[in-house]
């Protein structure tokens, strides 16, 4: 039962990273790349339609946790607090930016909308990313101090960053190296994921030089995942452990390495989803093998004094799981039904959907 | 720690008030812009599809900042009152994510398709989705009508070892006796404010001189749904939801009526009065007597409790700010009964575009249909303290044991700068949108 809800989770949050992470990406090549009004445009129309369902799938995953695994859910929120409460604000300044810019037809206005939709879409790419890296490096569960619990066993509090940006620090932070190594990853690969999706959904001129930025991006990031990949051991230790006992489980490392091969031939791809299609790869395997590499732990204690949170220690009640199945089965079937209905509806290039006009 | 909830409280006050400013006209307007759609599809009158756009563009500004403040909702059960949700996430974490994946879900599905998918799906199409976003919101609402309703009256759960809440009746969640009458009443209560947000536009254009003619349907309109949805909030669903209280939080009962002493017979009803929690009365009170019990048990004399009979420490931690919270509701609630039925004899008589003061009154009271709104739900969460989960949890063991109050205080100043950001937008693209007129609406 609880594996059924951890399953459900991950799977709604990587659906999360690859329907959001389009339009974080589409954002970070408007701040730097869409120059001419009709590129931006596009890049708008290209995801107009869809980032507010998008987003439900962080809303609705909220949700779930707060129901399947409340402990968890308490514990985490209230201890990343301050980053937490800043995604936030960026979700609405973006939000805002997305929507509001069309409005008014006057240049300052839109210059104002356009960095925040911009730099809004590239901190949460980057925050994201952070986020995942807490998750895989534990935080000091109960606040130990010398041996002694500061709260109960499974809360914590976590400060921004600590002066020494180390992951092996005693009173650890938000951001260090390490997470701040992960936040490039998912800016990177976001990056190339939104680009991808432009590609895809419109017909601007940008797409060429789109494709020569995959391609560089994606040297990039084949570094960096290699380096992460790298230091990883340093941070978790026995990072393989699942995989070894569960060969299966190569098969997303596997997806990783496809997708970052696939992107290397997006000069030469014919049909335009093609490079979307092996950035959906990459982060699905990405980020699949990352939380599978710690199962069934969902956040690590760094001390020896309190357990990790693990699925088996924060679960609610069996009933209640139980029941929340059927709904949720049902539910989840809908929602298929009307992404599909959406997606047909909105297929096909959007460059002049009208989006524009009626706003 | 007292501290440190007050911020907590005042943060989640602050942006659950913001926050219930947009879905309320959202689940109106919803159901008026369903009647606008399918009255063009009868009439096959292109100036009702105009109408329908021009309150669908007001709607998807309403909309989109009402999401962008419900999702700090959603998360801050987490960060500001973790305790909270891991005592009772495995029972009213149940409703809160079934409105993600049951509602959230066929809203913003659907308003991608309601708002730039008319010319690609065809009218039909565009006039279920038209339905299906109504439905997606009055769906949100009940789902978070059933969270409110757990903690006011909580059903279906057991308690265990430690002090954590299960859930052990599904159903019970959806029949909980608190439910029905509030969803009701808070549903229709949506339809006065979008009643009134219609009229006030409709009544500016003629007052205005500018759109006449569509200043003319939507008074009509926004009168004949006022009339109807306004005397449903009060009769049967208002005195229903007081009926409730009563059986089911009395103390709270004698706060908001602010009933000191008990009344052995007849029950007055005050009008005016403000409470002097030194003296334990009313000052400059204005009542009628035998009506109170009347409402209340429908007979003129039932014993009505007074504060006095219980200790102290039960007491709604807010007394004063209950019983004003309450009497605003109703009397304003009342004055808009009288209005709108004023409006229809003047609708019926064929005078009301020519009456100027009605007019006036219309666009006047509009505003104060939120502030019935909000206030009707400062007595529902006014009315439950001292308790998160009404004589089970008390509010003072919720909170988040390792966030400290500084850090709240600087989350919840941030909220309040983004959010006066939000409504000043709000203001001038929804009054952009009003002064432009449906007929521009291509
Ligand atoms: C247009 C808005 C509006 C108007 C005119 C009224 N109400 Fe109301 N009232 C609400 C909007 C509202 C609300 C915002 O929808 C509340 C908050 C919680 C709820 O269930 O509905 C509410 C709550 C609420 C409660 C509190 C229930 C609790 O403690 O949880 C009572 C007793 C009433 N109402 C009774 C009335 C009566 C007798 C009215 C007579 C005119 C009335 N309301 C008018
Ligand atoms: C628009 C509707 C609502 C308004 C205006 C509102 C208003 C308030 C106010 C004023 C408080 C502070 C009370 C105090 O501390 O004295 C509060 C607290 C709270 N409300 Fe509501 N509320 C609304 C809806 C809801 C709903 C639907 C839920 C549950 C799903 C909810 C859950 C809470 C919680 C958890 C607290 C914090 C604890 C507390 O102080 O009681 N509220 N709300
Ligand atoms: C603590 C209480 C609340 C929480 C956690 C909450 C949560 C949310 C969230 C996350 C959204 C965005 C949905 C999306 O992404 O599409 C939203 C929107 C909405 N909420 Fe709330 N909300 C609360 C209070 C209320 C209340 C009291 C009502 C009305 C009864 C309400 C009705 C709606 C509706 C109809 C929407 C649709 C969007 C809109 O109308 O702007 N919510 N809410």
Known sequence: MELFWYIALITMLTIYVILD????????????????????????????????????????????????????????????????IMILWLIILRAIGIELRAQIDNKL??????????VASLLLALFFGIALGNIVRGVNLGGVVDGVSAYEPHYFFLPLWNPSFSPHAETLGVIDWFTLLLGLIGVISLTIHGAGWIIFKTNSDLNARLKRLIFR????????????????????????????NH????????????GIAG????????????GFLFSTLFLIGGLVSTVVAIF?????????????????????????????????????????????????VFSGKLDDIGYSEKH | MEDMLFYDRLQFAFTISFHYLFPVLTMGLSLIIVYFKWKYLRTKEEKYNKIAKFWMRIFGVNFAIGVVTGIPMEFQFGTNWAKFSEMTGGVIGQTLAMEGVLSFFLESSFIGIFLFGEKLVGQKVHFLSAILVFLGTWLSGLFIM??????????????????????????????????VPAYLHNQTAAVVTASFVVTAVGAFYLLNKQHQEYGKIFVKTGVIFGLISSVIVAFPTGDWNAKNVVKYQPITFAAMEGVFETQSTDGEIVLIGQPNMK??????????PGVLSFLTYRNFDTEIKGLNEYPKKDWPTNVPGLYYAYHIMVGLGTLFIGLFFIAIILLWRKKLYQTKWVLWSLLILSPFSYVTNITGWYVAELGRQPWLVYGLLPTSAGGSPTVSSGNTLFTLLGFVGLYFLLGLLFLILVGKIIFKGPETQK
Request: charged share 10%; aromatic share 18%; glycine share 10%.
């Open chain 1, 109 to 118: 206005w839109h210059i104002i909308w356009d960095k925040t939709f911009g």
């Open chain 2, 279 to 288: 003296t334990m009365s009313l000052d400059n009170k204005l009542a009628v």
């Open chain 1, 247 to 258: 060969p299966l489980l190569f098969i997303f490392p596997l997806l990783t390495a496809v």
């Open chain 1, 21 to 84: 992470g389009y339009d974080f990406g589409a954002g970070i090549i408007y701040l730097f790349f869409a120059k001419k009004e009709k590129d931006k445009k596009a890049i708008m129309n290209a995801i107009g339609p869809f980032w507010d369902a998008n987003e439900v799938w962080l809303v609705a995953g909220g949700g779930v946790l707060f129901f399947t695994f409340p402990k968890l859910y308490a514990a985490a929120f209230s201890g990343f607090y301050l980053p937490l």
């Open chain 2, 146 to 179: 059933a969270t409110n309703a757990w903690m006011q009256h909580p059903v279906g759960f057991t308690t265990l070892e430690n002090g954590n809440f299960v859930l052990s009746g599904f159903s019970e969640l959806f029949t909980n006796p608190w439910l």
């Open chain 1, 217 to 244: 991006l994606n040297i990039v990031l084949l570094v960096l995942s290699l380096f992460s990949l790298l230091v990883w051991g340093s941070i978790v230790p026995n990072p393989f452990g699942n995989f070894i």
């Open chain 1, 263 to 274: 992107l290397f031939k997006i000069q030469g791809f014919k049909k335009d989803w093609n």
């Open chain 1, 296 to 344: 069934p732990k969902f956040l690590p204690s760094t001390n020896k004094i309190n357990p990790s949170l693990t699925l088996h220690n924060t679960s609610a009640g069996h009933y209640g799981l139980s029941v929340g199945m059927s709904w949720f089965i049902f539910g989840i079937i809908l929602v298929i039904g009307y992404l599909i209905f959406q997606y047909r």
